[in-house]
């Protein structure tokens, strides 16, 4: 397998990561998962699209958690929706002031998967606080009240099993789920890639929720080499942190500190523009048609 | 040439574009020019290493433009290295103040090309304040001593014709052609692909100038989808704008912005501190080393 390259294409743009061995595969009954060791350490492949590899899964397991929490002034529970390779788990157990984590991913393969090949992701399972519950996300929060700080949806793109992830109802299920103050952070595709799909969520989340923005993040195994997080809250700021590492808890990160979260908030001018013309826009479909936008979408900067 | 993709490889990661026509194709005294069709507008590839597309391209030229113009508080005179492509010359231009651009490209190939396959760069050109130098812009910029408020290095990667771009007697000229208070900005790779050739600029920076720092960009294209560049000044805080675009300018801009100028110098924690030991380093091998470095750099985050 030397010489061989995965290839992963979204609109005219593809990635590619140098294969040394395949490791794992396996067909659920909700996706292929495949498992390669490559160049960049191990990869986990969902439906041929890369989820993470180990070089570089720092910036989006850190910057997913690290947002909403340090945004939250005081986050007790937290819940994780998808994330079964175990790394936002990870981070989010880092802050000493978490009492509850629950984690809901749908495919109880990828967490065996996980832990079997990627114990430096699933690591994450091993904190006494973890539960978890093998079970569809957005069914699961809706039996919740008012009961979490903070909410991460670590999902696939809007195509499978993640596309319900990125609609309307879901949104609103996680906004009951909410304690008061309660803050939500989403996977949300490139801003480069996919202006649709970040207008669809932003526009919903201003709708239903206080504050919102979109994170952007440097994530180089990922066409484009960026993704976003759509952060909302019933309340808070979530563009600027409310509380600060300690220097013992900061020297554990590699991507966030104080001064990135606030950063990331800044957009490249076409970006800002897309959001703020999100927050203007009704979208009055029900909420699903994200795997219709997802596959429109274009590369196309306006 | 549908469904042919151009590849480019770095360290394990590769980069791809889909391809539609290949529009030109020339071997120079320099290097390989190769101009495509692609599915991200035209695409310039010199010696097989993608240069810009017309997707994005926007990100690179406004960025290492923009930084340090707009850094200075009142830039007259412009040194632009390299840039054939005259993508930055075009954004350099956008500044009222400034009196005189030079530009310095060894390739006439290059400019050529450019003027003739991509007028949404070469346009750049156009410009009265433009002088053309057809030469080697390490030994052009000795002529001249205290002369430029701003130079800006829009150079290959250190392999063929850029490698003299990158060492310490090049910097060291710069130094010299600089007014008090000038300030340069040189494409310095990328932070995860190469940390030592960042190592290595800023450290060279930190010994000759006043202020130096490493800002980052998303650029899709490019292996990893970022790119630095490497700024530093005779006395200005070059993190900071020191002018403010006016509405007018300011709606020419797909990227910059001021509070982007600010946010691409807050790196994510790794980068900042490969930063922070650079400037603490002391390189003396004469500055020659960075066509090695560059092959020997690993995509390793440490």
Chains 1, 2 share one sequence.
């Not at 919740?144 to 299920?173: A, H, K, N």
């Not at 919903?204 to 997080?229: E, R, W």
Request: aromatic content about 10%.
């Amino acid at each position: 397998m030397q010489n061989e390259w995965f290839s992963e294409h979204d609109h005219g743009l593809g990635v590619q990561v140098q294969l040394k061995s395949h490791l794992f595969s396996h067909k659920s009954p909700y996706q292929q998962i495949d498992i390669y060791d490559t160049e960049l350490g191990k990869m986990l492949v969902l439906d041929d699209i890369i989820q993470l590899t180990e070089f570089d899964e720092f910036c989006y397991q850190e910057m997913m958690a690290h947002i909403p929490l340090f945004a939250h002034p005081a986050p007790e529970h937290v819940l994780v929706i998808g994330g079964g390779d175990g790394g936002v788990l990870r981070e989010v157990a880092k802050h000493d002031c978490v009492k509850t984590i629950d984690i809901c991913e749908i495919d109880q393969a990828v967490i065996d998967a996980a832990k079997k090949y990627i114990p430096s992701m699933a690591c994450g399972y091993a904190d006494p606080r973890v539960t978890v519950h093998v079970t569809n996300g957005s069914e699961f929060v809706t039996e919740r009240q008012q009961y979490y700080d903070v909410i991460i949806v670590d999902s696939t793109d809007p195509i499978g099993p993640g596309e319900i992830l990125f609609g309307e109802p879901f949104y609103r299920s996680m906004k009951s789920a909410l304690k008061p103050g309660g803050i939500i952070g989403s996977q949300s595709e490139s801003i480069f890639l996919h202006p649709t799909i970040v207008t669809r969520l932003i526009s919903t989340s201003h709708k239903l929720f206080d504050q919102c923005a979109y994170a952007i993040m440097f994530v180089p195994t990922y066409p484009s080499g960026n993704i976003g997080s759509c952060v909302a809250s019933l309340g808070p700021d979530i563009t600027i942190p409310t509380r600060t590492p300690s220097p013992k808890l900061q020297a554990k990160f590699n991507y966030y500190s104080p001064a990135v979260h606030k950063a990331a908030f800044k957009l490249p001018e076409f970006g800002r523009k897309i959001v703020e013309k999100a927050k203007r826009l009704t979208i009055n479909d029900g909420g699903r048609k994200s795997l219709e936008l997802f596959c429109e979408s274009k590369a196309k900067i306006t």
